[in-house]
Each structure stands twice: as C-alpha cells, then as structure tokens.
C-alpha cells in the first residue's frame, strides 16, 4: 500500500467513525449533534480528490439523513438542497433504489410546500422504479402508495387518498405481521379522512384498528397511543358523543401525564381537548377546570406575557359568558386584554377583538320584556314628549303600524301610519310634532324596503315640522337626525351619515340623561358608519358605549340588545374574526328565539349573518345551510318575494361558485333576479296606485295629501341591524277602521281605477324610466365622471422571501404548504396572482362589477338631476293626465311606440376644440350609445350607488430577478409592499429555490427594486397620511416595508431588532428614499405547517395591521381624487381580461362580441381610437391618451407611448409576462435537437440571441409575424434587447441580452494587453444612490448601438467592445454604485511598433474621448429611465490609492498636474488615472498635435456618441445668426420638455416617430429641431420665444446672453 493509498485508508475509517457517531445522535433525538458529525464527514469527503464507489454511497447515505433530519424539523428548504445533491449521487451510483428513494424523498417536500402535481409525479416515478426492481408489489411500493395518498388527502382527494391507502395496506398484511406498526399508522390515517369525510363511525373503525395493533405491541403506555385516544375523541366530539370523547382524552392524559410530565405542552393540549367537549356539553365549569390546568402548563413553559396565555384566558371567558357569569367574563377578556395591549399596542386587531368580547358579556345582563311593555315604553315617551292631547285612536294606528312593522308587514305597516296620519293632520293641523312622528314612521318602513329617497323624503318632512314646532334642539329632532343618518349609510354617503348622528349626540347629549337608551341608540349607529368605513376599533369603541347604556337601562333580555350584538358580530366578521362573529349572532338568536318564536323575519337576518360568515371561512356547505334556514323562515313568512331573498340567493350563488358548482349558482342568481324584478314591478304599482288615490282624493276632499309627495322611484336593499327611532302610542286599544275609511263609492271608483290603471301604467312607467335613464346615459357619455375608487397594490421583492405568502394570508386565503418561494409562474400559467378587494372590509370582488358600479353611479346622478328639473316632472303628470281620458289605450300605445324607437331629438353640446354636434351627427351618436346601455341597464333596475374604494393586489411572478423587465408594469400611482426574509441579513447572497447563491446580496435586491419604482417615476407629488395618530408627509410613489419568516425569530424581540436593523441599512445606503419608505414593523409568520390558532391570531393581527396601513395611505393619495370619465370606465370594462370563470359568467354576450370583433392581445393606438369611436366613447386624442394611462397605473394594460408611431398597447398583461419570461428565463435544455441545446447554451455564455432561439421559445405561443415583431419591437423600446447586426452573417439577426449571461462565465483576460487605469463615472451619493442593473445593461445597450458591431463580448457585469478603427477595446464594467471604464491594446516587444500603437490609441482617446460618449449615455438613460433624478450631474471619479473611496475631480488640484484632495482621508495623491485618461494637448506626441486640433474642431459637437457637424456657416446669406447654432445647446438642456418646444415651434412635426426612431432625449431633440430647421422658418428670434412660452427661461437666456455677445 503507497502512502496515497494509505491515507484514503485512514479517511474511510474516520469517516465510518463519523458516520456512526451520527447515527447514534440521530436516534437519540439529538438532531443538532448528529448534523454536526455528518457535516465534518462531507468535509472529508470533499477534500478526497477521487472518490471511490464506497465513498460515494457514504456520501449518498449522509446526505440523505440530513434531509431526513430537516424534514424531521419542516426546515423544507434546506431538506430540498441535500436531496437534490443526494439525487445525482445515486445517479452516478446506477443504483435505481436508491434513486427510487431520492425521487420519495424530494416528492414528499414538494408535498409539504403544497407542489401536489410535481410531488405525484416524484412518488410516481419512484413506483415505476420499484415495480421494474421488484416485479411484485412489495413493501417499499406499499410505502409509495402510502406517500401518494398523504399527498391526495393533502389535496383534499378524500376518495383517492383513501383508495391509495387501502393499496399500501393490502400489500402491508400481505407482506408484513398483521400486527406490525407500519399497518396501525395506515389505519389510523384512514380514520382521519374518515373523520374529515364526516364518517365517524368508519372513523372510530379504523382508529380502533390502529389503537389494538399498537396496543399489541408498544404496550399501553406510548405517546403514540395517547395520540390514537385523542383522534378518537375528536371525533366522537364530532358525533356530538361527549362523554365517550371525555373517556378518550383522559385515557391519553392518563397516559400522557406519567411519560411525559405534567408541564409538557401535550399535555395542556390535551386539557385543552378536554375543555372544548366540557363546553358544547355546557358544563362550563369542567371546562374551565380544563382551562385552567392548560393556562397553568403554558405559563410555565412560555411565561405569562404570551398570546397563547391571552388566548386561553379568552376562551375561559367565552365559557363564563356561556354561563352567565358576565362580570368573570368580563375579568378574563379584561386579563386577555391587558396581554394584548403590553404585546400588541392598542391599536391591533386582537385588542380589538377583547374589546368586542367585552361587549358581548355586556351585553347578555339585560332582561327582555314583552311587546306589549315594549310598546307601553314608547306610548310613555311619546307622551312625555308630545303632551296628552293626541287623539287616541291615531296613537293606536300608530302602535299597530308598528306591530306590522316589526312584522315584516310593510303594506299593513303604511295604511296604519297613512290613518293615523290623516287624523292628525285634521285634529292637529300640518305643522303639528305628531305629524312629523308619522312621516318618521312611514320614513322607517321605506328605509327597510330599502326606498330610501322616499325615507329621505319623509325624515326631511319630519324636520322641518319639528325645528318649527320644537326648536333646534329637541330630542325628537335628534331621532330625525338619527334616523337620517342610518339611510345615508345604506346610500354609500358616509360623511352624511356621521354628520346627522353627530347632530342627534349632541342633541340627546345635552337634553338626556347619560344612560337614556336614545343616546344608546345613536352611539351604536355611529358604530355601525365606522364599520363601513373600515374604522374597526372606532366601531367597537362606540358599540361598547351604546352596550352599556343599554343594559343599565334595559336589563339583559331586550330585543334592542339583539342589535347591538347583531353590529358587533358584524365587525367581527369585517375583521376576518369569524368565530366571534358566529357567537355574536347565536346570542343574538338565543334572544330572538325565546322573545319572538323560531319563525320571525328577523330570526332569517341572523342565519343569514352566519352564513355569510361561514362563507368567508370557506365553509361553505355549512352557509349553504344556514342560507336555507333563512329562506324557510321567509317563505313560511309569506316574504317570498322579500328583498333578504333575493340577497340570500346571491349568497348561495357566491358559495356555488367558490365550489366550481356554476350551473347551481347560475339558477340562484335567476332566483334573486327575479326577486328584484319583481319588488320594482310592485314598487310602481304601489307608486301609481298610490299617486292615483291621492288624486282622486284630492278631487273629492280639494285638499291637498301627503301620500302624492311620498311616492317616488326606489330600489330595494337589504336592511342591517340598525336602531331606528319610531315615536308610537298605546297599542292596547282596539282598532276601529270605519271612522275612517273611505265612502263605498269612491272605493269603488278606486277599484275601477286601479284595474285600468295598474294593468296599463306598469308598461309605460317602466318605458319612460328606461328613456329617461337612456337620455342620461348619452348626456354622462359627455361630462359624466366620478372620482377613481381602485388602486394597485404590488408585492415585491428578491426571490424566496413569502410573497406569495403573505398576499394569501392577507386576502384571507388559505395558507398552503406554499411554493419554496413564490412560484405562481411555474405552478400554473399565471405570471401575475391578484385579488380586487374592498378595503372597508377586506371582502374580493370582480373588477369588472367595480366599473360597472361606478357607471351607474354616473348615470344615476345625471338621471337625478334630470327628475329634479321640472319641466321633466311637468311632463310626466301630463302623461299621467292623459292615462285617464278616454284615449286611454291609444295614447299608452302611442307612448309605447316612441319608447321602442328612443327620442330623436337633437342634443348639441359644444366643448373648447369640439364642434357643434348636428342632428344627424346625434342621431349616429344616439345609436351607437344604444346597445351599451342595453348591457348596463337591467342591472341598474335594483342597485344602489357604492361609495367604496378598492385595491387591485398583484403578486408579481416569476421576474424578481430580472429587474429590467420591470419598467413597463411600475407606475407611480400603486402602491408596493416590499417583503425581506427576515431571517437572512442583508448583506448576504439571494438565495434560489434549488438553494443556490445568486451574486447579488439582499441589500442590491432590494436596491434593485426601489431604484425601479422609486427612480423610474418622475413624480414629485407629496400627500400627507396619518397612522396611528402620526401624521407626516411622504413622496410618491410609496413603499411599504414588510418582512416575512418571523416564525425563525426566537423571540418578538430579536425580530424587531432585525428588522430596525434592516431599516437603518436602507436609510444609510439610499438616503434620497427615506420619504417614499414607510416601515410597518409587520412580521409575518410563513411557516405553511404552522396553522395554531395562535400563529393563526398572529397573521390575522398582521393582515388587519398591514390592512390599516394601507387604507390610510390609499385615502391620503391624490390618485384617488382624481375624476375619471365615464367613458373610460366603459373602455376598461371592454379591455378587461377577466381573471376566473365566475368573472367571466358576469358579463354580457355583447360586451363578447365588442371583444372578439375589436380586442386583441397587442394593438396600436390607432385600433384603440377606432374601438372608442366605434362605441361613442371617443373625446380627442388627449383624453384617450389620459385613459390609457389610467389603465396602465392598474396593470389592466401596458401602454408603451415610445414603442410604434403612436403607441403600443397590451391589453392582456399576464400573457406579455409569459412571453417576456420564455425569452429571458432560461431553463436547462434536458431534451430536444442538438441545435436547440446549442441555442441555449449560446445564449447563456453570450449573453446574445438569435431570432432562431426567439422564434423556438415563443412557437407555443402561436404568434403570427407581425405580433412577433410588434414584441420584439416592444422589448427594444424598454432596452429589455437590444439588435446587433452580424456583419458575417446578414440573414441571422442576434439581440444584445447582457444579463442572461451565466454569472459563471470564465472571466475577462486581459494579461495580453496593455491596460488604462480605471475612470469612474456616476453621481454623488446623496443624488443617485444606486446605479441598478438595468440602467447599466440599458448602458451597454445604447454603446452597443454607437459601435455596432459582433465583437461585444460579454462577462459578469462587464463587456469590452472592440473599436477596429481605433485599434484599441473598452471595457465598461459595473463597480458597485458606479460605472468603471477602462481602455487596452494588444501589447508588443517591438519598441518601435509599441510607441506607433500607444500613440495611436492615446490620439483616439484623447480626441474621440469616449468617457465622454459613456458619461453621456449614462446621463441621457438616467434622465429617461429615472425621471425622478433629472437634473443629477454625472460626474467623473477616481480611487484613493489610501482609503480606496471615490473622489471626485472636482477636487483636483488645480496647481498640481494629476494631484487630488481625498475629502474622505483628507490626504493628497497623484491618480495616474487622470494621466491615462485626461490631459492637455502638449502631452500628445510631434506630429499629431496638428491632428488633434483639426480632431478636435471636428469633434467639437459629440455628445450621446452623435457626431453633429455644422452643415452651414452660423450666419447665413440674409446675414441672419442661423438657429442651428445652439441646437446642441438646447437639446442638451431641454430633457423632457422638448415635445413641448417642438409642438409650438411647428405642430406638423410628428413626434411619435421621432421617439421611435431615437431612444435618447439628446437625440430626440436635436433631430425635431433640424427638422424645424428645413421649414425655412426658422429663426434665433423665434427659438427664443417659444422657449418662453414653455417657461423655459434658463435656455432661453443662455441663448439671448451668446447671441449678444
């Protein structure tokens, strides 16, 4: 044996040594020591230069048991990294068990990050290799079967992960001892879905099965056992069976208690078990004996400042409440409170959701009284308001009105309140208190038929009669005010809402006492408004105040105490606090049920309430449910045909489409429709009938009524739980109708009216409504707009760092086994996720029905406006009029027909720049306006305007590395929540999702990214937001920081401290982006295995705290403000791409067609403009331009103003992505020709490609030519390519794509070459922090375009381009935050030769001067990608040869030649840098100083690498200074106001081409200008002028100072 040998020898021993040591760690727990032996073992094995077969399988077999050992601790990720290494050992082995095992392994990690298609594929793919060793299914297929069915049942495939299961435990019996452990773990995964299948006794089955194998053989006392006990009492817990579930838990205590100890956190699991059977039996003081041994295992094992302490004080107040014990309730929700504020602050959702605990055992101590009493107390306050003098049979029409009320009787309801109120107007006169009771009243029914101009109508009646009989402060007026208050919510108008219930406080304030149930009444409304408007805690602090009142005054059974808890539960539910939603609404039933009986309308509202809450927890069987509860009630109720209906079959419809069940939702959207259809067909009936009465009463009695006044168009609403004030008197008198009901023959009059009447007004009503709409329809088209209520939100962010999510936790999706990283694009074909929601409430909603909202909004309030003018009325009682001649039939026929052809008469409007719209011209415009409004129109019948606003989510997929891809989708209008792995410091290396480093840190990521939105926006805007009481100003566009992985943090503390950490690198490496950063301090927990309810809490608070941020800035910003035109609405509406199928199902066959004729993917402005003008949505090219660029702040588009003459649009964004991804992300080419893997491999170590590489990647797209072309033209637009022409080949195009270059490229060789010293150049610090990657590629691009030629080459952040007429390469690099340039020549022995070649190359630089060209280049990108640092000034720097900073040479010493003062060391150096690259003629050598000064004259106009020579003398042969004399001037200076100067210089010029055909400003602008030039009008005096036109007064000078001189 040679000495090689010998030490292999002695390695293997110690690696063996190593190995079994780790072994032995392993099976002892110790998974910290085991990895320590196996990580010192792959060092060894590393260091062996050729590894023998031995060594490899010991390598195979370490790393497998590491990955073993980190799925054992769900670090997923780090298990991914040693299987894929482990994978090609096995490989490389050729041993298919062991690639078998690798391919199970990597299966079921992608299992646990929720990648459930590829896991299949894994476990697949390993049971084809097993099945091919062993022909006989054996047991590791058996085991196989057993990892696919966890993945099924994962998926929620209950019956295929049961059949897999079943598979692997035939094979198992078959194979193994029918008593061995391997068969007891499938029965006992069979019981769980079993029991998730609800069926329990299949589930105790085989729990059973599982619990005697392991009894046979562990004995009876495991920890394993304990476990089967307790499955086994969660489900009879589930089957209601609660002392069998108690016999289970405490057989797994018993056993649990002795193995384990009695503070082991299973053990209060177990007690916790426990406690939940104890409270659904109602033994609530069980329960909390159970409680209170679990709070006692959780203090000790995390202290008593935990939210899992605070939880379980929770609960144990939940059971006190549960008991009537409401003051303990109270003391424990006060302990979980006091918890809550010392950790969570109080302004988070946990505290908020104590508060409202709080609230609910408040709320219980009242007593109910019956409705006799109840009436008794009204008729009491009536009387000690209004005095006795009320005739006594109105005040018992009036009570009864309330009785049908309360009644859901709402007819019955208006004909008690209309008797009541006849008699008062005649005893009592029209300005009598009373009578302003009675339109309160009648204003009551009309707000819960959900008429609400009619209740308006009615309040305002009210008064005015009680500011003139009672003053301005009167408690009755404050009821008005009230009630006012609670219709202006319903209505969307917030701020009016709060203002009338801020006027009735302070009335009642100041004429109550403190504790009147009034006051009670008013503050629980203005919690009601807060709700709405998103202000959660608000909400629960004001519906505490009303709770309290109410139970001093009222007791602890009273019906008014059901709608405050009926509010809080609905805040809860808005908080995404479902549970405590649920128990606010079943206290509120309990009530109901006991005082109402189990059939009362009001009992509906509540399942109802359920329901929906169900329904946000995806429980969507159980809301089903409860849905249908709610209906039996109505129906048995006779309110088949209630408004609640129609709002519950809607609700039904929501949870068929989230179960893909469209065709049942479809017929629940037809069941409500028809509902609504039918409620406006009564409501004009009831109108007309009403409206004819009043007529023919007035013609009987010439007195004027009431009921004429009152009767207007509505829609009907769902009414919520909201107090109203209803003056009433004493029911307990008898009715009598006969004093006042009508004579027998005007009834009869009104009998033959009516059957006339009615049967034919219906018809013509509803004819002239739509006319009317129509008309203000075409009048909105014009000038209707509303303010812009949707906003984009974008997740961003490096790789691997929860995006994806925390989007899901914050749109209240389910948390699932996520993606490594955010993968959306490779686990679907999506490249960008997002969700429209509402941010009152956090509730998803389709985009498309927002425009459509906001469309009616418009139109209805032209419709409103138009019923308001009176000659509009006026017209309409003419045609009532006629309906009651004897033409009857010929004049509703006659109407009828003009209806059908819609009104011909002529509308001229006129507009600054738009002519006078003839008749014909208006007709044409009529026509095309008809088939749109006959797609809006139907579903404006029953809708009410949505004052709301919305953010549009996007998690941005698939592109977090290619940052120059960015640019097209960033907007200053959005807002963007920048994620960091808390976990990583930033200054380390990104990592991938195969756990590879990428060459870039943290830090430059997320430099990357601000420089992109920060940078990229010429948007100085400022707005002002307040966030927990602070105000401060911040620029836009905003970010707001967030992090993820929190559940890595030991403690709250170490995460805080990482993340101010995090904060202070960011203000220190980008100081100019402080004000655009906001940093939440939000950490979210991401770990998918982690559902406790307690890490649930946690994101909860979280999402709510992030939730809060960002509507305060959404409503701070003045995107929002902004009025968009109706018109533009329309337009998205039509681009829009719905997102799913339910989306798709809203929208009309027309809106379709319009689509399938005129929508395509890509298209030109030009095919926008004849779209808009196709449809009647077309007001000039400004204004469409406006539009698109609204479209494109939401993502809806990409609108590319630069690209083509005119523009370029794309109108699906999420397919753009997909081809831009297939162009730059390159994947490992595992198959296909030989070439097709050449094309790959030249892309990635060229950093080019062909169009043969383009035309392979996007042929699945099946593009046609000239969409292809229009792409690539696009991509070249944005700098994302750039097109090189091979001069040695003319028919193969290649695209410059410098960052697809491998970062592993061999590195530039430059030992062969004479090389320069190196000339920085960029910008100070506090001016442009950070150059990002994408302007430097933007960089090489544009250079690549000065020197076109194929001799580029490329390596990491660095490309030397060859000048062959030059002789000599430079060499741009990227250096930090800072661009290095350098030059170099080949090198020669010959002296002589070498002299010849210096001086050459030293007469190209020093003439041509390319740093210059460079400096140039970089000033011009900068100043067009990064419009927020226009006006920075690209400087030239050099290196400290001390301190190694860059200096700039502004500090040069003007005394000393190549000298520079360090500002930073403050010490003097000489910079051969300076010498290399700047110097004074003299230096240049005899005989081509001559050539540089002929050089330099001809040089003297470079800038941007465009060669200018003068074409003419500077004055010209009328002796006038020629113009052209100072177009380098202003286009160096002008940036992007030249568009402005060339417009009003000559308007003929075209732009759009110009901006296409140069992609500098410099350039743009220099060749507008020569074009102005050949006009033969242009003159210095005439530059000079516009340019004071355009406020451009520093130009304008410099020019005017030269010329004099």
């Known amino acids: 044996m040679n000495y090689q040998q010998s030490i292999e020898s002695l390695t293997a021993d110690n690696l063996k040594v190593l190995y079994g040591k780790a072994l032995a760690s392993a099976k002892t727990n110790d998974d910290q020591q085991a990895l320590s032996y196996y990580t010192q073992a792959l060092s060894q094995i590393e260091s062996i ?272 409440y549960n008991q009537g014990k409401y003051d303990d309730a109270v003391c424990m929700f006060e302990k979980t409170l006091k918890i809550q504020l010392s950790i969570l602050g109080d302004n988070h959702t946990g505290t908020a959701n104590t508060y409202n605990n709080i609230g609910l055992a408040y709320h219980n101590q009242g007593k109910y009284d019956n409705a006799v009493c109840m009436y008794d107390k009204s008729l009491e306050i009536n009387l000690s308001v209004l005095g006795d003098d009320h005739p006594i049979v109105a005040n018992t029409y009036n009570n009864m009105g309330l009785v049908c009320h309360n009644q859901a009787k709402y007819d019955d309801a208006i004909k008690m309140y209309e008797k009541s109120l006849k008699i008062r107007l005649s005893a009592l006169g029209q300005q009598h208190p009373s009578v302003a009771d009675i339109y309160n009243n009648i204003g009551n029914v009309y707000y819960v038929e959900g008429k609400y101009d009619d209740a308006i109508c009615m309040y305002e009646k009210s008064v005015q009669i009680k500011l003139s009989a009672l003053g301005d402060h009167h408690p009755l007026l404050a009821d008005t005010y009230n009630n006012m208050g609670v219709v202006y919510h319903h209505q969307g108008k917030l701020d009016d809402s709060i203002c009338m219930h801020q006027k009735s406080l302070k009335i009642k304030l100041s004429t109550l006492n403190d504790n009147h149930p009034s006051i009670a009444e008013t503050y629980s409304n203005i919690g009601n408004v807060l709700d709405h408007q998103g202000k959660y805690d608000d909400a629960i602090c004001m519906l505490e105040k009303s709770l309290k009142i109410q139970l001093l005054a009222l007791g602890d059974n009273h019906p008014t105490i059901t709608g405050t808890y009926n509010s809080i539960g609905n805040v809860y539910k808005n908080q995404g606090k479902y549970d405590d939603a649920v128990c606010m609404f079943e206290k509120s039933l309990k009530i109901k049920l006991s005082a109402l009986g189990d059939n009362h309308p009001s009992i509906a509202e509540i399942y109802e309430g359920i329901a929906a809450v169900c329904s946000h927890q995806s429980k969507y069987d159980k809301a089903i449910s409860f849905y249908k509860r709610a209906i039996t009630i109505l129906i048995n109720g006779h309110l088949q045909n209630h408004p609640d209906l129609a709002k519950i079959y809607d609700g039904i419809a929501t949870c068929h489409d989230k179960q893909n069940q ?55 609403q769902q009414t919520q739980s909201y107090q109203i004030s209803n003056p009433s008197d004493n029911p307990n008198h008898k009715n009598d109708y006969s004093h006042t009901q009508e004579s027998h023959d005007q009834g009869q009059y009104l009998l033959f009216f009516n059957s006339f009447y009615l049967h034919q007004q219906v018809i013509v009503d509803n004819s002239l409504k739509e006319k009317h709409y129509f008309t203000a329809y075409t009048q909105a088209l014009k000038q209707g707009s509303c303010k812009n209520k949707v906003i984009r939100a974008m997740y961003i962010g490096p790789q691997c760092v929860g995006k994806s999510s925390i989007m899901r936790v914050f749109t209240q999706q389910r948390l699932i086994n996520l993606h490594y990283p955010t993968q959306i694009a490779n686990q679907s074909d999506k490249m960008v996720h997002l969700k429209v929601y509402k941010i009152e409430d956090r509730t998803t909603h389709h985009l498309g029905q927002i425009w459509d909202n906001n469309v009616f909004e418009i139109v209805q309030l032209e419709y409103e406006n138009q019923m308001s003018n009176q000659q509009m009325l006026t017209s309409r009682q003419e045609l009532t009029h006629g309906l009651l001649s004897k033409n009857d039939a010929h004049q509703i026929g006659a109407i009828q027909s003009t209806t059908a052809n819609q009104d011909n008469t002529s509308t001229t409007l006129t507009s600054s720049g738009t002519p006078i719209i003839s008749p014909d011209d208006n007709n044409l415009f009529l026509q095309q306006c008809r088939d749109l409004f006959q797609h809006y129109y139907p579903s404006w019948l029953n809708k009410t305007v949505d004052d709301s606003q919305y953010a549009k989510i996007w998690d941005f997929g698939g592109h977090s590395v290619y940052h120059v891809t960015h640019q097209p989708f960033i907007s200053a209008n959005s807002i963007y929540i920048l994620v960091f792995n808390i976990r990583q410091n930033i200054h380390d290396q990104v990592l ?235 994947h490992d080419c595992s198959s296909g020709s030989l070439e097709i893997q050449f094309l790959y491999e030249e892309v990635s170590v060229s950093g080019k490609i062909s169009t043969a590489y383009i035309d392979y990647v996007l042929a699945p797209f099946q593009l046609d030519d000239k969409t292809k072309k229009s792409i690539i033209h696009l991509m070249e637009t944005y700098d994302i390519i750039c097109a090189i022409t091979n001069d040695s080949d003319q028919d193969q195009c290649y695209y410059f794509v410098p960052y697809l270059l491998r970062p592993d490229v061999k590195p530039l060789d430059l030992s062969q070459y004479h090389v320069s010293q190196i000339l920085y150049i960029g910008y100070e610090h506090n001016d442009i922090p950070y150059i990002p990657d994408g302007i430097y590629y933007c960089l090489l691009s544009s250079c690549l375009k000065e020197w076109n030629n194929t001799d580029v080459k490329l390596y990491y952040q660095c490309a030397l381009y060859y000048l062959k007429h030059d002789h000599h390469y430079i060499i741009i690099k990227k250096s930090k935050s800072h661009i290095a340039v350098q030059y170099c020549y080949q090198r020669s022995h010959q002296s002589n030769i070498a002299q010849f ?209």
């Not at 609504?676 to 010439?702: C, F, G, M, P």
């Not at 210059?1412 to 000033?1419: E, T």
């Open 992 to 1226: 991938t999702r195969d756990g590879r480093q990428l060459n870039i840190t943290y830090l430059q990521s997320m430099q990357e990214w601000l420089t992109s939105i920060i940078g990229g926006n010429a948007n100085h805007d400022k707005m002002t937001a307040t966030i927990d009481n602070d105000q401060a100003q911040y620029s836009l566009p905003l970010v707001i920081l967030v992090a993820s992985h929190g559940d890595y943090m030991t403690s709250q503390q170490q995460g805080m401290d990482r993340f101010i950490q995090f904060e202070r690198e960011l203000r220190t490496t980008m100081p100019r982006y402080k004000s655009n950063i906001y940093s939440s301090r939000i950490i979210f927990n991401c770990n998918p295995k982690d559902n406790s309810h307690i890490t649930a809490s946690e994101r909860e608070q979280c999402s709510l705290r992030l939730h809060q941020i960002i509507k305060s800035f959404i409503q701070s910003m003045p995107f929002m403000c902004t009025p968009i035109p109706i018109r533009w609405y329309i337009m998205a509406t039509i681009l829009h791409i719905p997102i799913d199928h339910s989306e798709n199902q809203l929208i009309s066959s027309y809106i379709n067609r319009i689509r399938a004729k005129y929508v395509h993917k890509i298209m030109t402005v030009q095919q926008i403009q004849a779209l808009a003008k196709d449809l009647a949505l077309y007001e000039g090219d400004d204004e469409l331009i406006a539009m698109l660029s609204y479209l494109h702040d939401l993502g809806e588009i990409i609108f590319c103003r630069k690209a083509d003459v005119f523009g370029i649009v794309v109108t699906d964004v999420d397919w753009l992505l997909r081809i831009f991804r297939a162009i730059i992300q390159l």
């Open 662 to 716: 469209h065709d049942e939702a479809t017929a629940m959207r037809q069941r409500a429709n028809d509902i609504r259809r039918h409620l406006q067909l009564i409501n004009t009936i009831n109108q007309t009938s009403t409206k004819a009465s009043n007529q023919s009463q007035a013609a009987v009695e010439n007195k004027v009524t009431t009921a004429d006044e009152i009767s207007e168009e509505s829609s009907n």
């Open 49 to 320: 230069d050729d590894s023998t077969q031995d060594i490899d399988q010991l390598r195979y077999n370490i790393l497998l048991n590491i990955c073993d050992l980190y799925i054992r601790q769900f670090n997923i990720t780090l298990a991914n990294v040693y299987i894929n290494k482990a994978l090609p050992i096995a490989t490389k082995l050729q041993q298919p068990d062991k690639i078998a095992t690798c391919l199970n392994r990597r299966g079921k990690i992608k299992g646990f990050n929720g990648d459930y298609d590829d896991a299949l594929l894994d476990h697949n793919k390993s049971v084809e290799i097993k099945l091919k060793l062993d022909k006989k299914e054996g047991l590791p297929v058996s085991y196989s079967y057993f990892d696919i069915a966890n993945v099924y049942k994962a998926q929620g495939k209950y019956d295929q992960a049961v059949f897999m299961y079943e598979k692997s435990l035939k094979i198992q019996l078959s194979a193994l001892d029918q008593n061995h452990p391997s068969v007891a773990d499938t029965y006992n995964n069979i019981g769980i879905i079993y029991d998730h299948q609800g069926k329990y006794d299949e589930a105790v089955s085989m729990f059973e099965k599982s619990l005697k194998i392991q009894l046979s053989i562990l004995g009876d006392n495991r920890p394993s056992i304990a476990t089967t006990y307790n499955n086994i009492g969660n489900t009879y817990r589930n089957q209601g069976k609660y002392n069998d579930a108690v016999c289970m838990h405490e057989k797994s205590l018993k056993i649990q208690l002795p193995l384990l100890g009695n503070n082991h956190l299973s053990v209060g699991n177990t007690y916790d078990y426990l406690g939940n059977v104890y409270d659904d039996q109602g033994k609530y003081d069980d329960a909390v004996s159970m409680y209170d041994k679990s709070l006692k295992i959780k203090l000790s094992a995390l202290g008593n400042n935990h939210p899992s302490i605070a939880d379980t004080f929770n609960k144990m107040g939940a059971v006190s």
């Open 1397 to 1605: 070649v210096r001086d050459r190359v030293k007469n190209s630089i020093f003439v041509k001067q390319p740093q210059q060209l460079i400096k140039s280049k970089l000033s011009c990108i900068v100043d067009e990608r990064m419009p927020k640092f226009r006006g920075a000034v690209c400087q030239y720097y050099v290196q400290c040869c001390d301190c190694r900073e860059l200096i700039n040479l502004r500090n040069k010493v003007e005394s000393q030649k190549n000298w520079i003062h360090c500002q930073k060391c403050g010490k003097l150096f000489e910079s051969p840098s300076i010498n290399d690259w700047i110097t004074d003629k003299q230096q240049l050598p005899q005989g081509i100083n001559n050539q540089f000064e002929a050089k330099l004259t001809l040089h003297e106009n470079i800038t941007d690498g465009k060669q200018y020579n003068q074409k003419k003398s500077n004055i010209d042969a009328n002796n006038q200074v020629d113009p052209a004399k100072y177009f380098y001037d202003v286009a160096s200076k002008i940036h992007n106001d030249w568009k402005k100067l060339v417009n009003k210089l000559d308007h003929n010029i075209n732009t759009y081409e110009i901006e296409a055909n140069y992609s500098c400003v410099y350039d743009r602008a220099y060749n507008a200008l020569d074009k102005w030039k050949q006009s033969n009008h242009a003159t210095v005096d005439r530059l000079i002028q516009v340019l004071h036109l355009i406020r451009r007064l520093d130009i304008a000078d410099a020019i005017t100072n030269s010329n004099d001189e």
